[in-house]
T-cell receptor, first 116, second 109 residues
Framework: GAVVSQHPSRVICKSGTSVKIECRSL??????MFWYRQFPKKSLMLMAT?????????EQGVEKDKFLINHASLTLSTLTVTSAHPEDSSFYIC????????????FGDGTRLSIL | RKEVEQDPGPFNVPEGATVAFNCTYS??????FFWYRQDCRKEPKLLMS???SGNEDGRFTAQLNRASQYISLLIRDSKLSDSATYLC??????????FGGGTRLMVKP
């Protein structure tokens, strides 16, 4: 069964809206959570890495004031796309790593964000 | 140069065919490697790990050549359900994953 839950799975909203995406580890403590973005026919690009209780580390080119990440507990991380614009439309996927199984990261189902 | 490179394809093969994908990586410090499968508009799912000694799981065989920094995936007796994008992934320090661009496979009846 799913070990990482991501919500919502689909968002359609107007330009200028802020959108919050949640990522939850269901049966393990995720010491580290990762946020990826994927454009059509492209691979996953890491946006940021967050460790519980500390500030996220953003990859080069990713605006931290645009993509706010909060990892307040060992089971929940949130990504807020602030004042979203059409160019922010993408598939956002979170993953979590911790002491569960042999996989380095467990992926959420992804959130398809469409900004009109 | 991308850290993990793959031929994007698409590879169009008939059912029952054998198909091989290749991947090269540039970071010699990468700790381990994986093949993930991603269906359209879905999250990536782990297909198998890749070892220097080779790893076989049913119709799938993965191989790692550290000297050449080269990874392969072989799919035998292709099924329609194998149609997907296959992602070559390097596992680095800090549990970081670096994804290749993916190779698209289309298996035709």
């Amino acid at each position: 069964g799913a070990v990482v839950s991501q919500h919502p799975s689909r968002v359609i909203c107007k330009s200028g809206t802020s959108v919050k995406i949640e990522c939850r580890s269901l049966d393990f403590q995720a010491t580290t959570m990762f946020w990826y973005r994927q454009f059509p026919k492209k691979s996953l690009m890491l946006m940021a890495t967050s460790n519980e209780g500390s500030k996220a580390t953003y990859e080069q080119g990713v605006e931290k004031d645009k993509f706010l990440i909060n990892h307040a507990s060992l089971t929940l991380s949130t990504l807020t796309v602030t004042s979203a614009h059409p160019e922010d439309s993408s598939f956002y996927i979170c993953s979590a790593s911790g002491n569960r199984g042999s996989q380095p990261q467990h992926f959420g189902d992804g959130t398809r964000l469409s900004i009109l | 140069r991308k850290e993990v490179e793959q031929d994007p394809g698409p590879f169009n093969v008939p059912e029952g065919a054998t198909v091989a994908f290749n991947c090269t990586y540039s970071n010699s410090a990468s700790q381990s490697f994986f093949w993930y499968r991603q269906d359209c508009r879905k999250e990536p799912k782990l297909l198998m790990s890749v070892y220097s000694s080779g790893n076989e799981d049913g119709r799938f065989t993965a191989q790692l050549n550290r000297a050449s920094q080269y990874i392969s995936l072989l799919i035998r007796d292709s099924k329609l359900s194998d149609s997907a994008t296959y992602l070559c992934v390097a596992h680095n320090a800090g549990n970081m994953l670096t994804f290749g661009g993916g190779t698209r496979l289309m298996v035709k009846p």
